[in-house]
């Protein structure tokens, strides 16, 4: 693993520091460490640390999409991932800081971990048999916009997370959010936004993006 992609998984570990000595202490005290850890990291307590983080100097795109189930080869768990695992989008969808696509993560980069975790869950053995067949399961395409439109994760990311003064990449996930809803949320990836023209100029118009046609149609 590169340094940037375990700089990518370090853990927020401030809420587990406060749970360190339980086993030490008698119940008295534990009410007078809960009131101290409460003190010393006021984000445990706090409504920020319930919602959502806010991306800072970004007004977010308005509307919303009932997508359909999309069937998978493998029901890909992101909730388990990102929300329980803290696994940030970017170590697996590598390109999106740079280039046009985010890209899904290949069966090489599952396995780091799957070779020993879960070993015994069917929807892993499953992934143990395309990754022994050499063959990447035939993941099924949720968001897909016309040929004819042009798009790119990379200056939507620029933009919102790397030159944003202020906005940590941990949270990078707010920023997918605008356009793929909160996918740490989802047991099974699902378009919830409706990704047509109106949704794209009206955003470029609030945040100062391009507006001419032909940075969207070439
Ligand atoms: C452990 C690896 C992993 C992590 C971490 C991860 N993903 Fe994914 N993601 C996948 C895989 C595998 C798929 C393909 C399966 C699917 O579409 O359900 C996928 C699919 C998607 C899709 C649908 C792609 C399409 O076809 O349109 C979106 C959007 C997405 N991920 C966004 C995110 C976001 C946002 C995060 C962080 C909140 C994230 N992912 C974190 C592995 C990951
Ligand atoms: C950084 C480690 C890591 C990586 C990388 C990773 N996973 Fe996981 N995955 C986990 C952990 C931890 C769990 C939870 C295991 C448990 O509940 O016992 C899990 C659970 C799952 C489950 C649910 C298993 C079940 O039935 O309970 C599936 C499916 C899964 N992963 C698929 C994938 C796929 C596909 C990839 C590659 C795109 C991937 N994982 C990459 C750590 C990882
Ligand atoms: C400004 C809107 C926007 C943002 C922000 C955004 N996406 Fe996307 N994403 C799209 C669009 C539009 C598509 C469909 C592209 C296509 O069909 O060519 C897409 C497609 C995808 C796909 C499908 C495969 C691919 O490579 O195209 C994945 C995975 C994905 N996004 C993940 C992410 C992740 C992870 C983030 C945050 C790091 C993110 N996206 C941020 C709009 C966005
Ligand atoms: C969250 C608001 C937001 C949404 C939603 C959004 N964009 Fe953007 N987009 C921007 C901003 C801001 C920029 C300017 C980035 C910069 O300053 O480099 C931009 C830049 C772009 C560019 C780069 C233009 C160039 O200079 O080459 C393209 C292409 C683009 N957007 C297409 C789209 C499309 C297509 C969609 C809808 C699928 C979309 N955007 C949705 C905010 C958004
Ligand atoms: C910010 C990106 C963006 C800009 C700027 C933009 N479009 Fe679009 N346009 C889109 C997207 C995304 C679609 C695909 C809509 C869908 O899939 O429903 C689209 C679709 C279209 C279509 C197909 C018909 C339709 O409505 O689905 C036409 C025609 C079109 N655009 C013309 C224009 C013209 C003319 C301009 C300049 C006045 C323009 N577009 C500016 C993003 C953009």
Known sequence: MSASESFLMEQRHR???????????????????VLLCALAFPAVWSPAAVRAAEVPNAVPPEGSYDGKHVPQPIEFPHDVHVKVNQINCMYCHTYARR????????????????????????????????WEKNQPPPWKKVHDVPDFVHFTHEKHLRRFVFNN?????????????????????????RKVKPLNMGFCVRCHEAN???HDCWKCHK
Do not use: N
């Open 15 to 33: 809420p587990r520091q406060c749970e360190a000595g339980r086993g030490a202490w008698g119940r008295g005290w534990w009410a007078l460490v």
């Open 99 to 130: 280039s046009p696509v985010a890209g899904i993560p290949p069966t090489s980069k599952c396995m780091g971990c799957h070779s020993v975790i879960a070993t015994d869950k069917p929807r892993i053995k499953k992934l143990v048999e395309y």
């Open 165 to 189: 003064p202020g906005m940590d990449v941990a949270d990078v996930k707010e920023v997918c959010a605008f356009c793929h809803g909160q996918v740490a949320e989802m047991t099974v990836a």
């Open 208 to 210: 100062d993006g391009p």
